[in-house]
């Protein structure tokens, strides 16, 4: 009786452990995945430069600048952005505009290694004065005296004529290929329906080439780029006589060190601009005169090196909110 109990008994123990070993898991909980990235970012950035050199042409009379911007981003998916920002620069303008104020947005997709950004751009200029280069002490009136009167305004000492207000409208496309992570191609085009406000058209293309090294220690980044465009015109209004403005081919060649954020460049530009045409273009108040910068469309023979070469350092901060800068 006793040896039917405990056979009984070691049977129900053997039944009763194997029921709790086939019930034991045999491969480790799954792990929750972690929740996608928030598709809402803010990039920002600061610079700060020797000179603000905009498609070949100084803003800032070849004098330092700083600037920066603020730009929140969306990310419907890691290939489509859409973004809004506003920014601007500190200038040296011949109408003595307080700052370059900056208006943008557009969208960004990616398709592998192309990236392209489509957008528009608003160049605002506030606090600017209009210059006639014939006015006495009221610059907003045409004065007969032939001699230019600007000398006496103590803003514009040249004689050239500029408008109040300066600010225009862009549209852009941008295309980037990156083969690897050492070279990228670039192809840009810009359109200005009234450059300048001077009732001028203006396209400009741009191309763009840039060799990424391999990392130095401690983190430290280095690259090498260069960038070559020409600037097509229309004809201006009434305010500049009509003038077709000249056409020109402006570049940049350089390099630079990275480190986080932060990315400190040097680069050569010109143009080939002559200090006639630049003139034209700029209206520039540090314009001197010389026989030979006169031309049919520049009778004033004033000529500016506003356009001629020039070599920038420039120190920039660029991150997001959601940047690890550690």
Not at 160 to 184: L, P
Not at 249 to 264: I, N, R
């Amino acid at each position: 009786m006793n040896k039917r109990l405990l056979s009984a008994t070691a049977a129900f123990i053997l039944s009763t452990g194997l029921a709790v070993a086939a019930d034991l898991p045999t491969k480790a909980p799954k792990v929750a995945a972690p929740p996608p990235p928030d598709p809402f970012d803010i990039a920002f950035g600061v610079t700060f430069q020797s000179d603000y050199n905009f498609r070949g042409i100084t803003q800032s009379n070849h004098r330092p600048s700083y600037g920066g911007y603020v730009e929140p981003r969306y990310n419907f998916n890691p290939n489509l952005q859409l973004y809004v920002g506003t920014g601007g620069f500190s200038i040296d303008f011949p109408n003595n505009a307080a700052a370059e104020v900056d208006f943008y947005g557009g969208i960004r997709p990616t398709f592998d290694k192309l990236a392209l950004d489509l957008g528009v751009w608003y160049y605002y200029y506030p606090g600017g004065r209009v210059f006639t280069g014939f006015t006495g002490d009221d610059p907003n009136l045409f004065d007969p005296n032939p001699f230019c009167a600007n000398l006496f305004t103590g803003a514009n000492a040249s004689c050239n004529a500029i408008k109040k207000d300066v600010s225009f409208f862009e549209a852009y496309g941008k295309a980037t290929y990156t083969f690897n992570d050492n070279f990228s191609l670039g192809a840009y085009i810009y359109y200005d329906p009234n450059w300048l406000n001077t009732g001028a058209y203006g396209t400009f293309a741009q191309g763009n080439a840039k060799w990424t090294g391999t990392a130095l220690p401690n983190g430290l980044g280095w690259y090498l780029s260069g960038d070559i465009g020409y600037y097509w015109f229309g004809t201006t209004d009434f305010f500049y006589a009509f003038t077709k403005l000249p056409q020109y081919t402006a570049w940049d060649l350089g390099g630079g060190f990275t480190y986080k954020v932060f990315t400190l460049d040097f680069r050569w530009y010109d143009t080939d601009l002559s200090k006639a045409n630049c003139n034209v273009l700029t209206s520039a108040h540090t314009a001197e005169f010389s026989p030979a910068n006169i031309t049919s469309i520049n009778p004033s023979g004033l000529g500016t090196n506003w356009c001629g070469s020039t070599f920038i350092v420039s120190l920039k901060a660029d991150l997001t909110l959601n940047t690890n800068i550690k």
